[in-house]
């Protein structure tokens, strides 16, 4: 018990000093946005990751809150408002991990579940036009890790719409993720429901060995 007690002590001091990103150079600062209002909320964010990457935590999760990405409408307004906030601290981070020798063992996946239809959806209003979700056709992007780099893999319909050349579904995707971990997707299970269930169940997956 107090084992226990001593590793919770050690965990909240050590949580405090990798969230503290007073401690990094002015320069990294600015790199990640922290000088700009805009970029400075996201950017924090990054820059903690690459903190707690750098003292060895296996899994880090980053979110940019209250939805901004599901534009219905104004996506002309809010999509770019939404990217100026997010790509410079994204590529920020990338640069970071590479610069310091990590992005070859951290892999980075940024994305979404959904992507936009490539039809409008004005709501009687075309200054105020969104779109709708799309499932069958939308982008994602991955770096380190083992993934080569400069590279496109798949293609849309000439409308945008669905995928229609090498498909990759969200279940591809989490077994390349696990097989870059050195996990085998078929063997991974745990109890949910009462019964064993994979990450990738339901449908018929493989690693993308193209993006390797």
């Known amino acids: 018990r107090i084992a226990s007690y001593e590793l919770a002590a050690r965990m909240q001091v050590a949580a405090t000093e ?8 002015a320069a990294t600062q600015r790199m990640y946005g922290l000088d700009q209002n805009e970029t400075r909320e996201y950017g924090t964010r990054c820059l903690i990751a690459r903190r707690l990457v ?18 219905h409408s104004d996506i002309r307004g809010g999509l770019s408002a939404v990217c100026r906030r997010t790509d410079q601290p994204a590529a920020a981070l990338v640069q970071d991990l590479k610069q310091r020798g990590l992005l070859d063992t951290t892999l980075v996946h940024w994305g979404g579940e959904i992507g936009r239809l490539p039809v409008t959806e004005n709501h009687g209003d075309e200054s105020k036009a969104g779109r709708d979700h799309n499932g069958q056709g939308f982008s994602c992007w991955l770096a380190g890790g083992g993934i080569r780099g400069g590279m496109t893999f798949g293609e849309t319909d000439e409308f945008g719409h669905s995928a229609v050349v090498d498909r990759v579904t969200p279940n591809d995707i989490q ?3 696990l097989h870059q971990f050195g996990i085998e997707h078929e063997r991974l299970e745990f109890e949910y429901n009462g019964r064993k269930q994979r990450l990738t169940d339901g449908r018929e997956c493989r690693v993308l060995k193209e993006l390797l």
């Not at 990798?18 to 150079?25: G, I, N, P, Q």
């Not at 750098?54 to 534009?71: A, H, I, S």
Request: glycine fraction near 10%; charge should be negative; proline fraction near 3%.
């Open 18 to 25: 990798a969230l503290d990103v007073s401690k990094e150079s």
């Open 54 to 71: 750098e003292r060895g935590v296996r899994f880090v999760q980053l979110f940019l809150g209250g939805q901004p990405w599901d534009n």
């Open 175 to 177: 077994a390349t993720v």
